[in-house]
Nanobody, 110 residues
Framework: VQLQASGGGLVQAGGSLKLSCTAS????????VDWYRQAPGKQREFVAF???????DYASSVKGRFTISRDNAKNTVYLQMNSLKPADTAVYYC?????WGQGTLVTVSS
């Protein structure tokens, strides 16, 4: 099983990025998927979650700015991030809570 996170990069504050998490060796449609992030020197924290049925949940710090979605035909989960802040700078990971991706770096400049 492999989870491949991609889409990170450098963006100015107020900008947007869309992260993707594509799975191989597992059928994503049968699983809930989380996005977590870890900023330098900080603990990993929950960002967003989507159930197999499409129900979503968000950390309060990103609610209203981030949107998690899924395309089961592509075995992919997305994280659309808008109105980005420097505090959103972190490595972003996707996970089924059993398997973790390798992370993708998001850097938001002020």
């Amino acid at each position: 099983v492999q989870l491949q996170a991609s889409g990170g990069g450098l963006v100015q504050a107020g900008g947007s990025l869309k992260l993707s998490c594509t799975a191989s060796g597992i059928t994503f449609s049968n699983n809930g998927v989380d996005w977590y992030r870890q900023a330098p020197g900080k603990q990993r924290e929950f960002v967003a979650f989507i159930t197999s049925a499409g129900t979503t949940d968000y950390a309060s710090s990103v609610k209203g700015r981030f949107t998690i979605s899924r395309d089961n035909a592509k075995n992919t989960v997305y994280l659309q991030m808008n109105s980005l802040k420097p505090a959103d700078t972190a490595v972003y990971y996707c996970t089924t809570r059993t398997f973790w991706g390798q992370g993708t770096l998001v850097t938001v400049s002020s």
